[in-house]
Each structure stands twice: as C-alpha cells, then as structure tokens.
C-alpha cells in the first residue's frame, strides 16, 4: 500500500529536501521517513508556524512523489556521472552547488563527511536514514507554501517527527488536489525560506533546528 508521510519543516534551506535542477531528494535529515519510504509513496513538507517568513501553518512547502530509493553508498557512488551537482560545493557561486546533499564519500569504505551543509553532530541521524529519496515528480513552493484546502488540513500537524499511519484517509484527496492544481511537474514555484548559516555550521558542527527535529523522528 503506497502512503502519504508528511512533516513539518522547522527551516527550509534548500538542503533537505533539495529541489534543485529538476530534481527533488531528500538524503539527509528526516531518517525516519528515509528508512522506510518505497517508490510510488508520497512526501510532504508542510510550513511551520515559526517558520522565517512567517506562519507558514496549514500550508504545503513541498511534496514529492518517491521515485527511486538508493542507499547512501549507491547515491555517493552514482552521483559523479547522474548528479555531479549534487557533490557538495560550497565555495561555487551556485546556490545549488553549495546545498549539494551527497555529503557523505564511501570511496575509502567508511562514510566520510564531506564539507557541506552539516557537520560532525548531524552524522549519526543522517546515517541512520539509510537511504536517500528521488523524485522528478514533484512540486517544490518553498517560501511561497500553498495553502491547503479545508479538508486536508488534518494531516497538518506542529510536532515534532512524522506521521504516516493516520494519513490513508486523505491520500486520494491529497493527491487529486496537489494534481488539480494544473502545475507542471519538477520545477521550483518559490525560493527557499531561509538561507543556511555557514558561520554556525563552521561554529558548531551543523544545522542546530533541524537536528532537534531529528532527534524526535518517529518510526512509523
């Protein structure tokens, strides 16, 4: 049975998930869903009431339909030829570049932490993910949330960790609602809400708020 996993996102970076250049993946944070999400299931990010812009509450940040699930060693090994973009950069002017999510190189066995978005304190919740979510299907609103209709608003929730076994109900709505919008598929409708602080990861080892959420993710 495909299922509907959805969360809210505390700060919206553009990291995690990474919607950048027609692709949608989600490879670090959220391990949780990361475990145990299947092709064919969907994600949702949906907007925090503290989130930077404002409260973004009861509103859809981003959704993505699971195309492909690789493990971190498969996504680190493939990256070079399929997304060499995704390689973290973060000395390029593109945006895209410095948000690369493959920050984890299994070219010498164990996983090594490449300078990236995250430091030394995210390695252990990014690795118990286990894999890393693909999608060219997707739809990536950003700081400009797309409201949710009436209905759906229960799957709206302010807590941290997620939720996937209260969401059958509201999967076919979800879905033909998100499709009936008329929006074309793989493209960015707004900007991330919030740009990463390089001088607390260089400070601190990594993104402090959304390894908070981390640290509470809840298995389904």
Known sequence: MVRLFTYTIPTDDGAAPNPFRGMCS?????????????????????GSRDAPSGDLSGRLVYAMRVEEVLSLREYDQQAASRWPHRIPNVGSADLSERLGDCIYDFSSGSPVQRHSVHGPRNVATD???ENVLISKDFYYFGSRAKRLPGQLLPICHQTQ????????????????????????????????????????????????????????????
């Open 26 to 46: 989600l490879a670090i944070c959220k391990p949780g869903i990361r475990r145990v999400a299947k092709p064919y299931d969907w994600v949702a990010g949906l």
């Open 127 to 129: 690795l118990s993910g």
């Open 161 to 220: 960790g997620h939720r996937s076994d209260s969401n059958p109900p509201y999967f076919g709505q979800f879905v033909s609602w998100l499709r009936g919008l008329g929006l074309a598929r793989g493209q960015l409708y707004g900007w991330p809400d919030s740009m990463v602080d390089w001088s607390e990861i260089a400070s601190f080892g990594g993104c402090a708020v959304r390894k908070l959420d981390d640290e509470n993710d809840k298995p389904c």
